[in-house]
């Protein structure tokens, strides 16, 4: 692509790419009331064009009835328990799990019994062997892992751009997302700090997994190698290994990314990819309430575009939605999700033996 093709290219950033003509709208049940659920999946699908909340699944019956009564279309509030049994399956055809990471497995389970697609939060689970039962156990019904960043408008145009050779052959990548959690939940008991729920850890897991991932996406190829280093001094951290974590990633044909995370640092996210021609820089871009930026550099060109901001959760809903409507598989898959546990796995190892592992 030439520089001179850019503003045709542009005209149309924002548009739905991967829209299909089926209509209709999946009810979905949310298993799961935690502050991301509340003040970001439901909003989220409220805005929806393809989707509606109809059912909420909590451990506190009292917490998902309350909730349930300040919506519209939810038709019921349920525990744990009840969605295991079955309780309300007429009312939903599409589950969006957004518990702790070692427990999407068991719900993931008992959806796909109950014929319904779902919607797994990232990572998909603690480790690589749940996330391969995970992946066996929703053979039967549409899986999608939700990677919000393949449906944000500014994302899909930087890998569209990337593949037609806009920066060239891709070189370097450099990424970083990082956030002060202990801000967000003060409780150092969360379970995003305790190794049992989350994981192998805290940073990379948790935050790592999104310039991991959304570099997969662009490039369109998946990673051979990792090395890493990681520290954690602060006491809230003293059960993870990586409060602050770096970490390289190789990719085929000699393309490096480096990465930074952390859970305890200032809030910042970008993307950087360098070519032989070119560089394409995404900054910000993984916090949903942060106006997304995409930087385009070639030659003479230096250009921030500006665009019309889409709510990076209502695209994923819509997305996941309009690929159940369609009976079309939704991507990302499981199979991809596991691409990144392994990687989360090696980097994890890397870091622990201060040795490159391969994948």
Not at 121 to 148: N, T
Not at 161 to 180: K, N, S, W
Not at 227 to 233: D, F, H, K, R
Request: glycine share 6%.
């Amino acid at each position: 692509m030439s520089t001179s093709d850019l503003p045709e290219f542009f005209d149309e950033f924002t548009e739905r790419d991967w829209r299909s003509d089926a209509d209709g709208t999946v009810g979905i049940a949310m298993i799961g009331l935690g502050w991301w659920t509340l003040e970001k999946a439901l909003p989220a699908v409220e805005r929806s064009e393809l989707c509606e909340t109809t059912v909420l699944v909590s451990s506190d019956a009292e917490r998902a009835t309350e909730t349930a009564e300040r919506h519209e279309t939810i038709e019921e509030g349920i525990t744990y328990e009840q969605f295991h049994d079955g309780a309300a399956s007429e009312e939903y055809d599409a589950v969006y799990i957004a518990t702790p990471n070692a427990i999407h497995l068991q719900y993931a389970e008992t959806a796909a019994e109950l014929d319904k697609a779902i919607l797994c939060e990232k990572p998909m689970e603690a480790s690589v062997e749940r996330a391969e039962e995970l992946v066996e156990a929703g053979e039967s019904v549409p899986l999608m892992i939700a990677y919000r960043m393949q449906t944000e408008p500014a994302v899909r145009r930087a890998r569209e751009l990337i593949r037609e050779g806009f920066v060239g052959d891709p070189v370097a990548v450099h990424g970083a997302m990082t956030q002060r959690l202990l801000d967000i939940n003060s409780d150092t008991d969360q379970w995003r700090l305790d190794p049992d729920l989350a994981g192998y850890g805290a940073s990379v897991m948790d935050l790592g997994i999104y310039p991991l991932n959304t570099a997969r996406f662009v490039l369109d190829s998946d990673p051979t190698s990792v090395q890493a280093s990681m520290s954690s001094n602060h006491d809230a951290f003293s059960d993870v290994s990586d409060e602050r974590a770096s970490f390289r990633v190789d990719f085929p044909d000699d393309v490096t990314a480096v990465f930074t995370a952390s859970q305890n640092a200032a809030q910042s996210s970008h993307l950087r990819i360098t070519g032989t021609a070119g560089e394409l820089e995404l900054d910000p871009v993984f916090f949903p309430d942060e106006p997304r930026k995409l930087r385009v550099r070639r030659g003479d060109l230096d250009a921030t575009i500006d665009f019309d901001q889409r709510s990076q959760m209502t695209e994923e809903f819509d997305y996941f939605a309009d690929r159940v409507l369609s009976e079309t598989e939704p991507q990302p898959n499981g199979e991809h999700g596991l691409v990144d546990m392994r990687a989360l796995e090696a980097i994890y190892e890397a870091g622990e033996s201060d040795s490159p592992v391969s994948l």
